[in-house]
Structures are given as structure tokens and as C-alpha cells.
């Protein structure tokens, strides 16, 4: 569970992993993805994220939890 209380990510990154699924629990946060374009999630949305997309991170609720799973547990996340 990560409740999202940092600054936005809104440089473009990738994660090197296998799996990545985010699942909202409580407020919104919008995405851009390479090619894909722009989308907000809400309480209650799910997003299986394409291994080693280029993405960023626009802006999110003050209120933002939401579960991350990931394969594997610890990756590395790459600046574009």
C-alpha cells in the first residue's frame, strides 16, 4: 500500500520489470503513456501497466492510496 504524499513524478521514466498492476483505493491520479495518451484512474479503477513503458505522472488527489503490484518485488526505474 503506498499513500501517495510526494511530489509528482512528471518526468518521463520506465520501470525494467515483468508486471506492473495499480489498483485505486481512495482519490484519482493521472497518467500519460507513450503512444497510449492521457488517463485518470479513480477509486476503484485498475491498470495493468505494459512492462518497460515510457510514462510520467501528471498530478494525483492529496488523498491518493493505492496498491502496486509489481514482478519483481524490487526493479529499477529508468529518467528518459
Request: aromatic letters at 10%; one cysteine or more.
Amino acid at each position: 500500500l503506498r499513500r501517495q504524499r510526494q511530489m509528482c513524478i512528471r518526468d518521463r521514466h520506465l520501470h525494467k520489470l515483468d508486471f506492473q498492476m495499480v489498483y485505486i483505493l481512495k482519490g484519482w491520479v493521472t497518467f500519460e503513456y507513450e503512444g497510449q495518451g492521457t488517463f485518470t484512474f479513480r477509486e476503484g479503477d485498475s491498470v495493468l501497466q505494459p512492462p518497460k513503458i515510457s510514462h510520467r505522472e501528471i498530478e494525483h488527489s492529496e488523498d491518493l492510496e493505492l496498491l502496486e503490484i509489481t514482478s519483481p518485488a524490487n526493479f529499477d526505474t529508468e529518467a528518459m
